[in-house]
């Protein structure tokens, strides 16, 4: 999160598409704690659910799942769920606003998917499978 999902957010707000500034330290309801680290929090709960919906892929076909499943997922969740809990409107069809939600959480599904091919299993002849 803090850095695939931030990073994109970042190049965003840099060419102008979003008026958001990543690493936001603007306190959000209901706990009132900074932005940024309710978004790492949620990004490790989502993370653990795409480690469990995906834990049968490996390699490739994990890091472009993971992709699509952060491009689609969340943000859905976001649009539907989290907006009409917050008293906002579901999401304006808008450009380039509505492209927002799925790069960066692409991008996050992109860094959760490597992070869970490089750190996140043994690999075949590692100590832990040969016991």
């Excluded at 450009?95 to 869970?116: E, H, S």
Aim: charged letters at 5%; a positive charge.
């Amino acid at each position: 999160m803090l850095i695939f999902h931030q990073g994109a957010a970042a190049f965003l707000h840099a060419l102008q598409w979003t008026p958001r500034a990543p690493y936001s330290m603007a306190a959000v309801a209901p706990l009132g704690v900074p932005q940024v680290l309710s978004l790492a929090f949620w990004g490790g709960v989502w993370g653990v659910l795409l480690a469990f919906v995906l834990a049968r892929l490996d390699g490739a076909k994990l890091v472009l799942a993971a992709t699509v499943f952060g491009a689609i997922l969340p943000t859905l969740i976001a649009w539907f769920v989290v907006a009409p809990l917050k008293g906002q409107p579901p999401v304006a069809f808008v450009m380039p606003g509505v492209l927002i939600g799925p790069i960066v959480n692409a991008a996050w599904g992109l860094g959760t998917g490597l992070g869970l091919l490089w750190f996140g299993r043994p690999r075949a002849g590692s100590a832990m499978q040969r016991r």
